[in-house]
């Protein structure tokens, strides 16, 4: 899915709203931080490792969507950390890091199982553009219509204001809309009686907590009923949406 951030750029998402996860293996300690930076910046959760053994671990426990390996590790080559790290995930797509330029190079990385490569040195914006293309093709994020908000099963188109959950439609009253609309920008985020009475009902926290609780309990018979629970209470801090389970 993609969105447009606050900052204008364009964000993208897995289909399920979460963030996509991106594993960085290179044991360049100064350019694997620069490269976290340049992904987290897109929104995107990033682990790291810098070594094949490192790898293999952090991508059995992380389940990356996309993975950004160097061609020259200290313990092992990165073919034969791609090679495992198909054993473990058969699908995902990988970016070859290398610093040599040699055709050989290249046509070994893709023939083991790299999906696309760029050669050291290289710009941030180049990997991040290489990175978009491999999760768009594939299908970890789809790209839809930058009005529509996905989370889970669920849908809120911003421009028709539809609002369907399995392809079932909901109605919902302009409050109820708007209250949803905040939660489902905020995928999995704990939002506040506060952040939520400000947003929706444009006024400062002061004694109107129940209308929150109101609305969310008219949400949820909506929303949740029937189903797996999406809207979740976290007692004393406030409420989240995230996918039925």
Request: charged share 30%; proline share 4%.
């Amino acid at each position: 899915m993609t969105t447009i951030s606050p900052q204008g750029r364009t964000e993208l998402l897995r289909a399920d709203g979460a963030a996509v996860r991106v594993l960085v293996v290179d044991d360049e300690a100064a350019l694997s931080e620069l490269l976290s930076m340049a992904l987290r910046y897109e929104g995107w959760e990033v682990r790291s490792a810098g070594d094949g053994a490192g790898a293999v671990r952090a991508a059995r426990d992380f389940r990356p969507d996309v993975v950004i390996l160097d061609i020259m590790l200290p313990d092992m080559d990165g073919l034969a950390v791609l090679g495992r790290l198909r054993r473990e995930l058969p699908d995902v797509p990988v970016l070859f890091l290398t610093a040599k330029d040699a055709v050989e190079d290249r046509i070994a990385g893709l023939t083991a199982g790299g999906d696309d490569y760029v050669t050291k040195p290289f710009s941030l914006e180049e990997v991040v553009a290489r990175l978009r293309g491999l999760i768009r093709r594939s299908g970890t994020a789809a790209v839809r219509s930058e009005s529509l908000l996905v989370v889970g099963d669920l849908t809120l188109d911003e421009d028709s204001h539809d609002v369907t959950r399995g392809g079932v439609n909901i109605h919902l009253t302009a409050t109820e809309f708007e209250l949803l609309r905040f939660l489902m920008r905020n995928p999995r985020r704990v939002l506040s009686k506060a952040q939520i009475l400000d947003r929706v009902w444009s006024y400062d926290f002061g004694g109107q907590a129940n209308v929150v609780e109101l609305y969310i309990s008219y949400l949820r018979r909506k929303i949740d009923a029937g189903r797996s629970p999406m809207i979740h209470t976290r007692r004393g801090a406030g409420y989240l949406i995230k996918p039925g389970e």
